[in-house]
């Protein structure tokens, strides 16, 4: 059984950093796409940023392109996600997710099959 387990949130000033870890076991991630998703106060679960588990390859949002940094660290079976320059409204509880059939379209929510049970980040101004 696939589980993903996230840590790393908290309280942080805006124009500051943060670093979120998501451990990944129950499977091999090697054909995976791992993504990363938001939930802000009132609003619909959205995409952030997702990677390729093989190759490395990422893909973000616009709304965070430029200021967060996807990586995996193979060896640990650990994604993470780096947010840098972070804004009150990166504020939302951030989920990891898996897609093990490694669709095409990684930014749609319904092609994760694994997820999370999310961790808060608030960035406070």
């Known amino acids: 059984q696939v589980q993903l387990v996230e840590s790393g949130g908290g309280l942080v000033q805006a124009g500051g950093s943060a670093r979120l870890s998501c451990a990944a076991s129950?499977?091999?991630?090697?054909?995976?796409?791992m993504g990363w998703f938001r939930q802000g106060p009132g609003k619909e679960r959205e995409f952030v940023g997702a990677?390729?588990?093989?190759?490395?390859?990422?893909y973000y949002a616009d709304s965070v392109k430029g200021r967060f940094t996807i990586s995996r660290d193979n060896t640990k079976n650990t994604m993470y996600l780096q947010m840098n320059i972070l804004k009150p409204e990166d504020t939302a509880v951030y989920y990891c997710a898996a897609d093990s059939r490694n669709s095409t379209w990684w930014g749609v929510e319904n092609n994760y099959d694994y997820w999370g049970q999310g961790t808060q980040v608030t960035a406070s101004s």
């Open positions: 129950g499977s091999t991630f090697s054909r995976y796409v």
């Open positions: 990677i390729s588990w093989r190759v490395g390859r990422t």
